[in-house]
């Protein structure tokens, strides 16, 4: 789907290394991400806001995988993370705490006491209730939180219906009437400190639209909050920008910043962006061998050794994945349901996929570098798969195979 994932001499290759290299050596199923894919994200980013104050965060929720996180940090990210854990993952892969934010409806008291601690840039506070135990454990604490409210800007994102946050009906962010309200008290609290706005109004977004419209919106509270004398430094304008898994066409990364740009003239608030999917959607692929072909009535099935349980959209948002044969074998080209081994009709991959494969075959599922391996489980007691990083011609383990014994090592048996 992208020049990091080519066919050369017949097989599929992550940059240089052969995808059978990678499958003979860490077996499958198996996560590939190419870091050329990741650093081209993010430069995409830098160069179209060169000029103006800017932080990018990775939205870790997308893949939090350590080295993954590394990589960025040492390319100069923040982080949006949505827990207590994810802030110490930012911190164990060398991520800088004074670039995280941290969003999200229900941060605990431990998680807002671990969060100042480590010194924080922005709380992204999500409902009244929230401000106010904030401002209660840093008051505890003896500590200034730095805050942002996420406003919902009740904007359409035009997404699936699971994956859109900024609709009335969401949960997420304060209601965009009871903004300047909520300010108001926020600037009352004394152990907290106004620093920004946010807002992110959904996932794989496909168009600029609904972007334009949540800032324009956001902007105007900005100037009412402003007309009080409450300023802000800076505009979190969330993340969102989709990407092409089958024949979507989302905007260019530069053409998605030319056009907050352009909302935001003359405007001098630093701009803070939450990319996940973006920037890691298209640099991963998840590659699966194939156990059994079954021919069926209806149906024939290509049985694989990924499931639902490594791999979660295709069951949980009906989500397209392209999914390639790794090698161009000389085998009779038929209609597969492309299927795991959970015992669950919902355990696909991908429907009416036509492939010349046979047991052992290998697949690549794009697109799965957003998701994927962070949405895993166990279910069924299946190990979570492993993890390498390609970078040019060489491979790296960043996450070992699970083992059966790590699944259940925090269990116990009743003594008696
Ligand atoms: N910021 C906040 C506050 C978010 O809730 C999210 C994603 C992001 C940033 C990053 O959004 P992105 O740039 O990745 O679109 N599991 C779903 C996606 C859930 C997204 C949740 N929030 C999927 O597999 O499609």
């Not at 806001?49 to 993954?68: E, T």
């Not at 299927?339 to 690549?364: K, M, N, W, Y």
Request: net charge negative; with cysteine.
């Amino acid at each position: 789907m992208n020049s990091f994932f080519l066919t050369k001499n017949n097989q599929l290759h992550a940059e240089a290394v052969p995808m059978s290299d990678i499958a003979a050596q860490f077996d499958t199923p198996c996560y590939v991400y190419s870091r050329a894919a990741l650093t081209d994200g993010f430069l995409q980013f830098t160069q179209a806001l060169q000029g103006r104050d800017h932080l990018i965060c990775f939205a870790v929720k997308s893949n939090s995988n350590l080295a993954i996180l590394n990589v960025f940090a040492r390319l100069g990210a923040g982080f949006d993370i949505v827990s207590g854990g994810e802030l110490q993952r930012v911190l164990a892969a060398g991520g800088d705490a004074g670039k995280v934010v941290f969003s999200g409806v229900g941060k605990t008291e431990a998680e807002m006491r671990l969060a100042l601690d480590a010194g924080i840039l922005c709380f992204n506070v999500e409902s009244a209730a929230e401000l106010v135990r904030l401002n209660d454990v840093a008051a505890d604490m003896g500590k200034i939180a730095p805050i942002s409210l996420r406003v919902n800007p009740d904007v359409d994102a035009k997404t699936h219906p699971y994956i859109s946050t900024g609709l009335k009906q969401n949960k997420f962010g304060v209601a965009y009437t009871e903004a300047v309200a909520l300010y108001r008290q926020a600037a009352s609290l004394p152990n907290l400190h106004i620093t920004g706005m946010d807002c992110h109004i959904g996932s794989q977004l496909t168009e600029i639209s609904p972007f334009i419209a949540a800032i324009e919106k956001i902007l105007v509270l900005v100037d009412e909050l402003a007309a009080e004398g409450i300023t802000l430094e800076h505009l979190d304008l969330g993340g969102g920008l989709g990407i092409c898994y089958s024949d979507e066409t989302p905007p260019a990364i530069a053409d998605y910043i030319a056009a907050i740009l352009g909302a935001l003239q003359g405007r001098t608030q630093k701009i803070i962006l939450e990319p996940g999917r973006v920037l890691v959607g298209n640099a991963g692929v998840l590659l699966t061998r194939v156990e059994y072909v079954k021919p069926g009535e209806e149906k024939h099935f290509a049985i694989v050794d990924a499931a639902m349980n490594d791999l979660m959209r295709p069951a949980l948002y009906d989500a397209y994945h392209y999914i390639t044969a790794v090698e161009q074998e000389a085998h009779p080209t038929q209609i597969y349901e492309i299927v795991g081994p959970i015992c669950e009709t919902g355990d696909f991959i991908g429907h009416a996929r036509e492939l010349a494969i046979a047991p052992q075959s290998l697949l690549a599922v794009h697109s799965a570098g957003a998701y994927g391996m962070s949405m895993s489980s166990n279910y069924n007691t299946r190990p979570r798969a492993a993890e390498v990083m390609v970078d040019g011609e060489t491979v790296q383990l960043v996450r070992e195979r699970e083992m059966v014994s790590q699944l259940w090592a925090g269990e116990r048996i009743m003594v008696v």
